[in-house]
């Protein structure tokens, strides 16, 4: 083939690359280096070090946790080397990002658990096939304190305090122990160890990734790229996607119940999923995104399509097919879905002790959905206070959210609202109910 020619073909391919790296990253350090980098990578044909640090400081990953791993995965489809760094060793620090508190320590068991359960979870992501997964316990923890203080040398207190964190806190009286200084200067040496070419992150992580930089020109390294992605929006469109505020979408959580959720973001939301979940290219987005908002297409249509690619990249396509009929037996057809999850009453579930004086007062007794004369006087019987029964079941993550969902009506028991955040039961009465959340998620309970 004429040089020209493979010249003219090998610079379509980087802009090509160049496109679909750029697409739902917030910010790229730097471009032009990033273009030099892929031109390079393509003539040789040695495939780009891509790096991601996982720190296994909990064990379970939401949605929010997936936009820098489908980042990482374009780069393995486009033909590059995804290197995952378990951090085991900086998780003993733990990544001050964001934080305004020094963050509670892990055992090395708790790490090594956390982390098994987030690999299987990023592997529904990921091509296991394109990707190295290391610890960073490898090279960090062979240092020796001279090696240690040689990397600290290198960085000011000065340059630590620009990160908007540690200055707030500066700022703000609050301590910041020598040791989160080190979190950075360690995840920069990772970079340092494998050479990396590009290295991502959230917004929250830029500073950390531009230590990177600096640390591998030191090593006399060329600097790796720094591509930081944008926080998601959870479920509810307004707040960062937490499992704390409940708006999030968890990888594990049943196929149904991901469409379910997908289906329930606003439209105004609805394309920032797709540019950050999905592997679509920025054209095939911007044409179903022209459908939607020039040709006046009813946007549940495109929500439907994300909701099953969703589904599909975490599952399959059949599941995927399946969820849709689930969503559409519930809400087009208003039916209870057959296979309903049970839960079986236990002892956690009970409280005792609620007196009752006398019949008058049995009567008034909102918070009681009986009226028996077993009751009265009694210290022995034991009731299900319908606030602590939503958290044991899994249908709210705390008694504040199970009393929020009550409040707001979001609670039925058999198809009857329950706007009593103190409702009570007594156990025969709660049996073989059915507890819907919502409109998506039903609870029957069982007594054994």
């Known amino acids: 083939m004429d040089n020209d020619i493979k010249k003219i073909i090998d610079l379509k391919e980087v802009e090509r690359q160049f496109e679909i790296i750029c697409q739902g990253a917030e910010d790229i350090l730097v471009k032009e280096e990033l273009k030099t980098k892929l031109q390079d990578s393509i003539l040789t044909g040695k495939p780009l070090k891509v790096k991601l640090g996982l720190d296994p400081t909990a064990p379970d990953i939401h949605l929010g946790h997936t936009v820098v791993l489908n980042k990482l995965r374009q780069f393995q489809d486009l033909g590059h080397l995804a290197i995952l760094i378990i951090g085991d060793y900086t998780a003993r620090i733990g990544d001050p990002s ?55 040398s290198l960085f000011t207190v000065a340059r630590m305090l620009e990160r908007d964190d540690f200055k707030k806190r500066f700022e703000n009286n609050i301590p910041i122990a020598i040791m989160e200084f ?9 970079s340092v160890a494998i050479e990396a070419d590009i290295e991502l992150g959230g917004t929250d992580q830029r500073f950390n990734l531009l230590v990177g930089r600096e640390l591998q020109k030191e090593f006399g390294q060329r600097p790796q790229i720094a591509i930081t992605m944008p926080i998601l929006v959870g479920i509810d469109g307004v707040n960062k996607m937490s499992k704390s505020l409940g708006n999030y979408i968890g990888v594990t959580e049943k196929p149904e119940e991901i469409f379910g959720k997908v289906m329930s973001i606003p439209d105004s939301i609805m394309f920032d999923y797709y540019r950050l979940l999905t592997r679509l290219t920025k054209q095939e987005i ?10 006046g297409e009813n946007p549940v249509y495109a929500k439907r399509k994300l909701a ?11 599941l995927a097919d399946l969820a849709e009929k689930h969503f559409d037996k519930i809400f087009k057809d208003k039916q209870v879905p057959d296979d309903i999850e049970e839960y079986v009453l236990t002892t956690k579930d009970f409280t005792e002790n609620i007196i009752i004086n006398d019949e008058n007062e049995l009567k008034t007794n909102k ?25 044991n079941s899994g249908l709210a993550s705390s008694n504040s959210e199970a009393k929020r969902l009550i409040e707001m009506g979001a609670i039925k028991v058999d198809e009857q609202k329950v706007l009593d955040p103190n409702k009570y039961y007594l156990p025969e009465q709660i049996q073989n109910k059915i507890i ?13």
């Open 98 to 152: 964001g934080r305004s508190t020094l963050r509670p320590k892990l055992s090395p068991e708790v790490i090594d658990k956390n982390a098994k359960t987030y690999m299987k979870q990023a592997f529904k992501i990921l091509n296991p096939e394109r990707v190295k997964v290391v610890k960073n316990s490898k090279w960090l923890k062979p240092l020796k304190l001279e090696d240690i203080l040689n990397l600290t």
């Open 182 to 190: 080190l979190y950075p200067i360690m995840q920069a040496y990772d």
């Open 286 to 295: 911007e044409k179903i995104e022209k459908k939607v908002k020039i040709d």
């Open 308 to 318: 099953k690619l969703i589904v599909q990249y975490l599952y399959d396509s059949n």
């Open 367 to 391: 918070n009681l959905s009986f009226s028996n004369d077993k009751i009265l006087n009694n210290k022995n019987l034991k009731y299900v206070k319908l606030t602590q029964l939503l958290v």
């Open 436 to 448: 819907k959340k919502g409109k998506r998620f039903f609870k029957k309970i069982i007594l054994k």
